[in-house]
C-alpha cells in the first residue's frame, strides 16, 4: 500500500468534513431485476443463432399451413410434360394439332445421308434416309450424345428389315433437347455393316389443343391458332420422377413431416411428464416398479421396434400410416422424458425453498403449481425442442426405407427415398426434401441450444 | 503514484505495487483489483482480509499468473520476486516460479485435485517438473510430504484417488503439493472455508508449523477474523479493489483505523464486547452490500455503508493516511482536517 | 467388482427377455399372420403348414416355445426362405454389419475426442468455428442423404481420376468398408464433437486443473494428464448409445451402398413379411445392444476410478 504525502492533495474545506445524510439510494441494486422468465429471454434475445433459428421454423410453419394456400397446385397431379424438370428449365412449346399418322409410303425420297421430315417435335420425329451400300435392313439408335466412333450409338428404337424401307417414326418418350440418331446398315446375316448416317436433332416441346385446353393453359372455347407458342405449367421448384409439382408436394410433405415432428414430442413429453412426475411424488415400490419399467422400455432398439410396432398397428390399404407412426414413436420415445421429470423433481423436492415454503404452511397443490412446475418447465421445453429434430429424423429414416407413410402420401422422408433413384440424373428430386429436412432440423438444433444456455440459470454468470 | 516500499521486518520477499486487474464480462468491465501493494517477508505471514467479490483471490492469482487472459487484464502494477518481476515475465518464465518458489493451496481441496490422479502422483508432478526427479524418486518423496502433513500411513494413502480423502485429508494433501518444491512464498486462498471447524484448526496449526521449519512467507487470503487472529503477522484489509487499511495484527484489531476494519470486528463473534463501545452484546452487521466494481464509486468505496460518511467521501478518493510505522488507512476520517472523533476509532495523533 | 458385473448381467438378460416379450406380442397382434404373404393355398396345405410352424396352438403354447427355443439359441426357420434357419441367417450378415459398426464406432470415438478437444482448445477462434459449423451440419442432415453423398462424391471422384479409386458400392476389401464406415460415423461423430467440447471447456475452467496450472506443469502435460483423461470419460459414458445408434443407422448404409449386412436383410424381411427372420433379427440385436452397454459401462468402471472402487 502506497502513501501519499497528505500535502499533495489540496486540503479540502471544513465544510467538505460535514456528515453526509445516510444515502439509502446508493444500497439499492443497480441493476434492474428481472423475472426468470424475462431473464432467459432477455439471454435468448441476445443469441443471433437461436432468434434466427426461431425464424426459420416459423417460416416452415408458414410454409405448411400458408403455403398450399397461396400454391394451389395439387400434388398428385402428373404434368406428363414435365417428369423430373429441374427448377427453371425450358417451359417453351408450340400449339399442334393432334397427332395424325404418317403415311411412310408417300415420304420423300432421299437421294444422300439422313434428314427430318417435317418438324422435329416432342410428338414425333420423322426420320427418311438413303440407302447404304450393301445393307438389307437398317437398325434406328437414338442417344443423347454424339455417336462417335468407337461410343455406344445409345437406345435402339427399332429394326427395319427391308432394304427399300428407309423412313423411320420416333415417338418413344421425346423431351425437348438435342438427339443424335444413327442409322446402320444392316446386311443379310444381320450383321451391322460399316456404312451408316447419323444426325443431330434438335427437338421441339409441342402440346395439342386438346392438350392444352386439359391443363388449362388455353381457354378451350377460343383455342388460339395452332403454331402458337405456349408456356408450360410453372413448377419453381421442377417435377419429380412422375411429373409432380415439387413444391407443392415439399408443402404437403411438410405437413406430414412437421406433424409427426412436433405432435409426437409434445404427446410423448407429455405422457412422460405425468409418468415420471407420478412417480416422482408417489416414490417408494410404485416409483422403483414404474422406473424399472421406464428402463426396460429404454433398452428396446429404437429404430427396430419403431419398424416393428408400425409394422403391428398396420395401415390399412389407403391409409397413409400416419396414425402407427406417431403411436409407435410415442410409445418408445416416452421414458427419457420420465427419467427427466423424475430427477428434476426429486431434486426440487429436497431443495431448500421447498422446505421453506414448507415451513410457512404452503399446501401441496401450492408447491407444484408455484414451485415444481416452473422450476421443470425449463427443462422440458428444451426436451421438446430437441425432441424434434429426432421425431423429424425418425420419420425420414422410415420413410426412407420403405416403412413411413403409404406412397401416394408425400413426406419429406419418401421424396428422399425416391430422389435417390435419380440421385445422378436429376439431383433436385433428393436435393430439396433434403435440404428441407436439413434446414428444419438445423432450426431447431440452434433453438434448442439457445433455449437451453438461456434457461440454464448456472449459464447468467457466465459469457 | 509514488512508490515506497514499506520495509516489512527484514527484506521483502514478495514485494506487489500498485497491482490493478480488469475482467471483461457481458455486462462490462469489472476493475476487480484497483491499485493494491503490499509486500511479506520470510518467516512471515501476511493476511489479505475482506469479503467475497473484494478482490482479494484476484489479486493472488494475478500473481501466481492463474487469471484467465482473457477475458481477465492486468492493467497496471508490479510484483517482484526477491527482486525479480515476475508479473508480464514470459508463460514459461512464470512457469519455472509457479509451484516452485510459490506454491499455492485453493480454496476447495474437493475440487481443486485431479480426480483421476493418485494423490501421490499428483504430489509428486511438482517435484517431476521443476526438480526432474524420477517418477520412483518423486514418489518416494510426496509419501515424505504426507507425512510431513501429518497424513497417517501415507505411502497407502498415496496410491488412493482423491474421492477417497475426507475434506480436511485433502487439504493436507494440497498443503503437501504446494510445499513439494519447498517453496519461499507460500499463498494459501482461504485454506479453511470449506473445512469442518475442527478440521480448520489442525490445518492452520499445520500451516504455522510448516512456516516455523521451512521459514517460508505465507499469504494468507481469507475472511475469518478469527482465522487472521490465529496466523497473521500483518494484515491488509481489501474491500471494493482496495486495501483500505494495513498494519500489524495488533494494529487492525485494536487500533482499527478506518470504519471498514470496525465494521468487520464489530461482526466478528467473540467472547468479549469486540469494540470499545459498542452499543448492545449483539453481532453488528455492516448493512448494504459492495458497490459495482462496473463503475467504481468516485469517492470511498465504502461511503455508501459507512456510517461516518462524510460529503468528500463521495467525491474524492481518500487520502492513504500513515497512522505509524507499518500501520496505514485509506480513509477521510483520518485527515488532519476532519473535526470527527468516532467513538472505537483509534485517530492519527494529531501534531 | 465381480458382484456388480453379475448384478448387470442378470440385469441384462432380464431386458433381453422383455424385448424378447415384447417382439413376440407386437408380431402377434400384428394384422395378418406369417402365412399371408404366400400363394394361394389350399385349407389343407395351410394347416399343414400351421402345425408345422406351431401356429394352431394357443397363444400361450406359442409363447413358451418362443421363449424356450430362444434360451436354447434357437430363432426358427425362415418363413420365406425355407429350410434356412435364422441362426444361419444372422451369422452370415451380421460379421458384415458388425465390422462396419466397429470402423464406423471407431472413427467416431477417435474423431469426436480429436476434434471435440480441438473446438475447446481453440475455443471462439477460427478452427472451432469450422469445425463447429461441421458438426452441426452433420448432426442436421440426415443419415440417408449424407450416404448418398458419400456415394455421389465417390462416383465424381472416380470419373476425375479415371480409375476405381474406391467402389461405389459392395462389400469384401478394407475399400469397400472404407466409405461406408465413414459415412456412418459421421453423425455420431458430430454428436461426441459436441459432448467432447463441452465436456472439455468444463475441465479447462475446474479447479484442478487451476491447480495443475499453480504448479507449473507445461501446457501439453496439463492437456494429457488432467485435461483430455477427465474429459474423455463423459464421451466413454455415451459410447453404449452410441453403438445403437450407429447400428440401426447402418441399416441405411447398408441399403445405399448395397452391402449384404444384417440390417439390410432385416428391412428385406419385414417387407416380406418374414415373421421369424424379423423376431428373430429383433431380439438378437436387442440383446446384443443390451450387453455393448454393459461392456461399456464395465469399461468404464475400470477407466474411472471412484466407479472402479465403490
Known sequence: MSSVPLDTIAAPGPEAFALAPSSSASQGLSRPSLSYWQDAWRRLKSNRRAIASLWIVIGMLAFTVLGPKLWRVNPATQDVDQISQPPFANRDAVLIAPFTPWDQNAAPRMESDLAVIGSATTQAVRLAWAPLPGATGYRIFRNIFPAEDGLPLGLPLGENLRPDALTFEDRLDLAPRTYYYAIVGVDEQGRRTEQFHTLPVEVTRVITVAEAAARDLIDADNPPELGTPLKLKFHPLGTDYLGRDMLARLMYGARVSLFIGIVAPLLFVAFGMLYGALAGFVGGAVDQVMMRFADFVVALPFLLFMILFKFAFGAEAGESGILPMLLALVLLSWPATARLVRGQILLIREEGYISAAKLLGAPTNYLILRHMIPNTMGVILVTLTFAVPSAIFTEAFLSFIGMGVAPPTPSWGSMSNEGLKTMLSHPHELMFPALFISITVLAFNLLGDGLRDALDARMRSRE | MTTQTPEGPSTPLLAVDNLAVEFDTYGGVVQAVRGVSFSVAAGETLAIVGESGCGKSVTVQAIMGLVPMPPGRITEGSARLQGAHILGATQANGRAIRGDQIGMIFQDPMTSLNPTMTIGAQIAEPLQVHRGYSQSQAMQRAIELLDLSRIPEASARAKQYPFEFSGGMLQRAMIAMAIACEPDVLIADEPTTALDVTIQAQILDLLNDLKRETNMAIVLITHDLGVVARMADRVAVMYAGQIVEAGSVDDIFYRSAHPYTLGLRAAMPTNRRPVAGAAEDRLQPIDGSPPDLFAPPQGCGYCARCPHAMRVCHDTPPPVVDMAAEHRARCWLQHANSPHRIKGLHHATVD | ?310
Open chain 3, 1 to 310: 467388482m465381480l458382484n456388480y458385473t453379475l448384478q448387470r448381467v442378470l440385469q441384462g438378460v432380464l431386458t433381453v427377455w422383455f424385448i424378447a416379450t415384447a417382439t413376440f406380442f407386437a408380431m402377434y397382434f400384428a394384422p395378418g399372420d406369417p402365412l399371408t404373404g404366400e400363394k394361394a393355398m389350399t385349407d389343407e396345405i395351410r394347416a399343414n403348414l400351421e402345425a408345422k410352424y406351431g401356429l394352431d396352438k394357443p397363444v400361450y403354447v406359442q409363447y413358451g416355445t418362443f421363449l424356450a427355443n430362444l434360451a436354447r439359441g434357437d430363432l426358427g426357420i425362415s418363413y420365406t426362405q425355407e429350410n434356412r434357419f435364422v441362426n444361419d441367417i444372422i451369422r452370415e450378415h451380421f460379421p458384415v454389419s458388425a465390422t462396419l459398426g466397429i470402423l464406423a464406432v471407431a472413427f467416431a470415438a477417435l474423431g469426436g475426442i480429436v476434434w471435440g478437444a480441438l473446438t475447446a482448445l481453440y475455443r471462439n477462434r477460427l478452427p472451432d468455428f469450422v469445425i463447429m459449423f461441421l458438426v452441426i451440419l452433420f448432426i442436421s442432415v440426415p443419415s440417408f442423404v449424407i450416404a448418398a453423398f458419400g456415394q455421389l462424391f465417390i462416383v465424381n471422384v472416380n470419373d476425375a481420376v479415371g480409375v476405381s479409386v474406391l467402389p461405389v458400392a459392395g462389400w469384401g476389401t478394407i475399400r469397400h468398408m472404407l466409405m461406408p464406415s465413414l459415412v456412418l460415423g459421421l453423425g455420431t461423430m458430430a454428436y461426441l464433437t459436441r459432448l467432447m467440447r463441452s465436456s472439455m471447456l468444463e475441465i479447462v475452467n475446474s479447479d484442478f486443473v487451476r491447480t495443475a496450472h499453480a504448479k507449473g506443469v507445461p501446457p501439453a502435460q496439463i492437456f494429457t494428464r488432467h485435461q483430455l483423461r477427465n474429459a474423455v470419460l463423459p464421451v466413454i459414458t455415451v459410447l453404449g448409445p452410441a453403438i445403437a445408434a450407429i447400428t440401426t443407422g447402418g441399416f441405411v448404409v447398408e441399403l445405399v451402398f448395397a452391402i449384404p449386412g444384417l440390417g439390410r436383410y432385416f428391412v428385406q424381411a419385414v417387407q416380406q413379411l418374414d415373421y421369424t427372420v424379423i423376431m428373430g433379427t429383433t431380439v438378437f440385436y436387442g440383446a446384443f445392444l443390451v450387453f455393448m452397454v454393459i461392456l461399456v459401462d464395465l469399461v468404464y468402471g475400470y477407466i474411472d476410478p471412484r466407479v472402479r472402487v465403490r
